[in-house]
C-alpha cells in the first residue's frame, strides 16, 4: 500500500467516526452526513491510487449501474424504508461473499491459500452469504411478500444450526487441506440456505431487532473482508458498522423485554394459539363525530402511532389533526414506542416528514406516568405497543414487554382497518375494554373525516 | 478493535429520535466494502475475478449511493422545522 493510500484511508476512518458521534444529536446530524461522505470519498480514492489496480474499465461500468440502481432506492417512500434497508444488507452481504470468492480462486490458483487466508476467506463467505439471503427475506417479509408470520417446525434450531456447523467443519477442514476446493461451493450454499433459515421463524413484530442484527452481520463481513485483503480501513469501518448494529439490537430487546437469542431463536408467537380465547367479546364503535368531539373537549390528548398509520401514509393528515387540536388549545403530544414500527426509529421519521414538531414527541417512559391525566389516548394503527395483556396476561407471547399505558387514560380512540390481530398476530384486550371506543377504516379516511369536523366545526361557530 | 468500541460508546448516545437514520448511514458506510471490490476487480488477474469484483462493485455501489441518499432525505426533514422553529 502507497503512502499516500494510507493516509487518506487514516483521515477516512477518522471522518467515519466522527460521522458517527454527529449523528446523536439532530442538529449536527446533518455534518454526520457530509463527514460520512467524505470519508468514502476519501476511501474510494485512496483505492483507486492502488498500484495493483490496471484497469478502471470494469470498475467505471459496475458503478455506474451501481448508481443507476441506487438513485431510485434512495427516493422509496419512507414507508418503504425497512425493506430498503434489508435490501441494502442483502447487497452489503452480496459483496463482501463475491470478494470473498473471487480471492479465494485467485489464491487457489496462485498457490498462495496459507491456512490463516483460508480461515478468513472461510468466514467472510459464510457471514457475507447469510447476510445476503438473510437481508433479501427480511425485506420480503417487511414489503409482506413472504408471511409475517414465524414460520416453524419441529427441530427447527437444530436443523439450522447442523447447517451452519457444517459450513464452519467445512471451512476448517479447508483449512487444513485447502486442495479440497469443491467444499467451497457447499459453503457458499450452506451459507445461503442458513440465512433464509434464521430469518424464517421470526415473526413480525420482532423485523425492528433483525433488521439492526443485520446490520451488524454486514457490519461483521465488512470486517472479514478486511482480514482477507489486509486493508484495515475496511476493518475499521466494518467494525463501526457492526458495533452500531449491535447496540441497536440490544436496545429493541430490552424495549421488548426480551434476551437476543430469545429473539433469534425463540419463534415469536408459536405459543399464541395456546393463549387465544374463543368467547366473543363486543366492541363499542364510534363514527368521526363522535371521536371529534371528544377530542376538542379533551385537555390533553396523547397521540400512539403504529405502524398501521405508516401503511395508510396517515402521517399528514395526523400533522392536519394537531394543527386543529393545537389551535383549540388542547396539549396533543406523540407517545412513540422504541418498536413501534417496522424498524428502530421508523415512526420518529414519519412524523419528521408531516412536519411534526419533535419536541412533540415523548419517550414510552416519560409519558407513562402521565396517562391517568390524559384525556383521551389516540392510537392509530399501533397494536401490540398498547396491549395491556403485556401487564396482566402471564400467558400471553409478549408478557412483560413494555407497553405504553394507553388504557390508563380516561377514554381510548383506537383507529384500526378491522379487529384482526395485529402484525404478530395477538388479541389486543384494549379494544373491548369499556373506555375504548372502536374507528374502524383506514387510518387516512378515518383521521381525514375527524379533521374535516373539526374545521367545520370551527367555522360554524 | 479499538473501532468497535468506540462504535458501542457512540451509539448509545444517539438519541432515539434518529434511530432509523443511523441505520441507514451505517448501512451507507458498510458500503466500504467497495474499497474491496475495487481492488478485485481493478487487479483484473483472470475473468472469474474480475466479473466477481465488478458484481461486487455494483452491489457495494448501489448501497452507497442510496443510503447517504436517504439518510440525507430523512435528515432533511428533521432539519427543516428547526429552521421555521428559530
Redesign the interface.
Known sequence: MSQATGLLYLVSAALFILALRWMSQPDTAKRAVVSAVGGMALAVGGTLLHPEIVTYKWIGIAAALGFIVGFPLSRVPLTAVPERTGLSQAFGGLAAGLVGTAKYYLWLDQGELTSFRMAVVAGEVILGCLTCTGGLMAAGKLAEVITTRPVTYKGQNIVSFTLLGAAAVLGAWLVWDPTQSWAFPVIIALALIFGVLLILPIGGADMPTVISFLNSYAGLSAVAMGFVLENYLLITAGALDGASGFVLSVIMCKAMNRSVTNVLFGAFGAVQTATQTTEQRTVKSATAVDAAELLTNADSVVIIPGYGMAVAQAQHRVRDLYDQLSKRGVDVKFAVHPVAGRMPGHMNVLLAEADIPYDRLVEMDDVNPEMPQVDVALVIGANDVVNPSARTDAKSPIYGMPIIDADKAHTVLAIKRSMNPGFAGIDNDLYYANNTLMLFGDAKAVIGDVVKQLSGDGATH | ?L??????D?????????????????????????????????????T???W???????????????????????????????I??S
Do not use: C, Q
Request: charged share 20%.
Open positions: 478493535m473501532a468497535a468500541f468506540l462504535g458501542l457512540i451509539i448509545r448516545r444517539v438519541s432515539r429520535l434518529l434511530h432509523t437514520p443511523l441505520m441507514a448511514l451505517t448501512n451507507a458506510i458498510s458500503s466500504i466494502a467497495v474499497v474491496g471490490a475495487i481492488i478485485i476487480a481493478g487487479e483484473a488477474h483472470d472469474l475475478s474480475t466477481l469484483g465488478a458484481a461486487a462493485v455494483f452491489a457495494s455501489t448501489t448501497n452507497l449511493v442510496s443510503g447517504y441518499l436517504i439518510t440525507d432525505r430523512m435528515l432533511r426533514m428533521f432539519k427543516r422545522r428547526e421555521k422553529k
